[in-house]
């Protein structure tokens, strides 16, 4: 007889809805998922034993849908990062009992930017590009602090990425040649955030980026096959930054630009960081504490930052492909056993379809926008069939939706995520394309170049030209 398994999922989006499928899809189990969501998503609406929408994610009312249910859960995993830095598995584990996966709410790295570089600095300082960190109680008129931070610039020629402490403070992350232009604009950018706290201003480093990420039982870390996040918003990597575009893995462990130094690089200065940080109990960094954004440079191998949590989109890439039941690897996860991951011999890649005002489409290419379909429902039954069709190739995932009645609902943000598997890059693109182009209704659009081989060409020479600068 097949064991029955009871697992909480805390979910956002699309990310948590690809957990959720893993789990359902369980061979070795019959698993009933409980899911605490952002709002009424229509795919886990459908699976879900018990489906709770709570849209702020809220620690207290996550704790009470888990004791009202705690008999019939086994285990917890939290997707994203707010609860997680917010202390859900501190919280949850104390009153409920129930294991949750996810790093406790001292090791939610990404909480603060400041204290993330501090621990670089001590444990692999050649990561860290070069940085300061401004504090508000530093200076005491607005001319001090823009005396100061021009002295920065100066000795950085002005390349600089500005970086708020703490995530959702003031006005985010800006970068030189992206979101500025001249100082006076750098500054007005720095002044918004120096008002809410402390500010790091880095250099901006040239290079390929690739995301690292590794499950972690609290005494190994298990590293994921690599892949590539697209995080602006347009064609040819225009546009402002968004929460990821789309996202591909290349059949084997590393990218097509990369060597396989480049990985074992990666991996030895994650251990290092790993060995070094974690705590006498180290079940405290279970989960995904390593989601780390590397710049390949050509020499060292650069961190741009690192967060506690899997990557949305990019954990989309590798959980259909896993070769070992999910649950079987929370398990072990729990049990301090998860010493490796197989993966299937696949290539993958994650397109999402956005609404029209995303990104500031809709300003920017209001020809390319239906005014018809703006706020109609969308149709996903086309591209379900379509994964049938392709026997399971396609994957399609619903991030900021809402079923309303029988009817789904693209929200704000990124409405949709539709996973290609293939036997390379190009064929998983095609299979991925297929599922995007079968979703009709609310004016949805999506990047046309994610995984193409030009735009994988391009990262290919460039990376050639930075090898042969060392």
């Known amino acids: ?71 019939k859960l086994d285990f917890g995993v939290v997707g994203p990062e707010k609860p997680i830095i917010e202390g859900v598995r501190d919280v949850v584990e104390k009153r409920t009992g129930i294991p949750m996966i996810c790093p406790t709410k001292e090791y939610a790295i990404e909480a603060s930017k400041v204290q993330q570089r501090l621990l670089f600095q001590e444990i692999v300082p050649e990561v ?10 530093d200076y005491k008129t607005k001319e001090d602090a ?11 020629g002005n390349l600089a990425v500005v970086k708020p402490d703490k995530p959702a403070a003031g006005k985010g992350v800006g970068v030189w040649g992206d979101h500025f232009t001249t100082r006076e604009q750098l ?23 690739s995301s690292f990420q590794a499950f972690c039982d609290g ?31 290349d059949v084997g462990d590393v990218l097509p630009f990369m060597t396989a ?27 995904i504490p390593f989601y780390v954004a590397f710049m390949h440079t050509g020499k060292h191998p650069k961190i741009l930052e690192n967060n506690s949590r899997p990557g949305d989109p990019e954990i989309i890439n590798i959980l259909p492909i896993l070769k070992d039941d999910f649950v079987d690897v ?34 920017t290419f209001p020809e390319r926008v239906s005014k018809v379909e703006v706020g109609t429902p969308v149709d996903l039954e086309k591209a379900y069939e379509l994964s049938i069709k392709y026997d399971d190739k396609i994957r399609v995932y619903p991030a900021s939706m809402e079923l309303r009645g029988n009817e789904v609902y693209a929200l704000k943000s990124r409405a949709v995520c539709v ?52």
Not at 129 to 135: H, L, T
Not at 195 to 205: P, Q, R, S
Not at 220 to 244: I, M, Q, S, V
């Open 219 to 249: 005494k190994h870390l298990a590293p994921l096959p690599e892949t590539r996040d697209y995080k602006r918003a347009f064609d040819g990597d225009k546009g402002p930054n968004t929460g990821g575009m789309g996202s591909y893995k």
């Open 187 to 209: 500054f007005e950018h720095f002044w918004e955030n120096l008002k809410h706290g402390a500010v790091i201003v880095e250099e901006k480093i040239e290079g390929e980026e």
């Open 261 to 287: 130094a480049d990985r074992e690089k990666e991996i030895a200065i994650v251990n290092r960081i790993f060995e070094k940080w974690k705590a006498a109990d180290n079940q405290a960094l279970r989960g």
């Open 128 to 137: 860290n590009p070069r940085f300061k960190i401004f504090k508000p109680e």
């Open 1 to 71: 007889m097949v064991e029955k398994v009871g697992v909480l999922v805390v979910s956002y989006g699309a990310r948590e809805v690809a957990m959720v499928d893993a789990f359902t899809r369980s061979t070795n189990y019959k698993v009933e998922v409980y899911v605490v969501d952002k709002q009424r998503n229509p795919f886990n609406v459908k699976k879900a034993a018990q489906h709770c929408v709570i849209p702020d994610l809220n620690v207290e009312d996550i704790c009470k849908f888990a004791e009202n249910h705690k008999d």
């Open 146 to 156: 823009k005396n100061a931070l021009y002295k920065w610039l100066d000795e950085l």
């Open 419 to 470: 996973l290609g598997i293939g036997e390379s890059i190009e064929d998983a693109r095609k299979i991925s394309l297929k599922g995007i182009n079968a979703i009709k209704g609310g004016a949805l659009w999506n990047r046309r170049d994610i995984a193409s081989k030009k735009h994988i060409g391009k990262s290919i020479r460039h990376m050639e030209e930075l090898r042969k600068r060392k």
């Open 330 to 363: 929370c398990f072990k996860i729990l049990d301090g056993a998860l010493t490796r991951i197989e993966t299937e011999n696949a290539a993958t890649v994650a397109i999402y379809k956005v609404p029209p005002n995303y990104g500031g489409f809709e300003e």
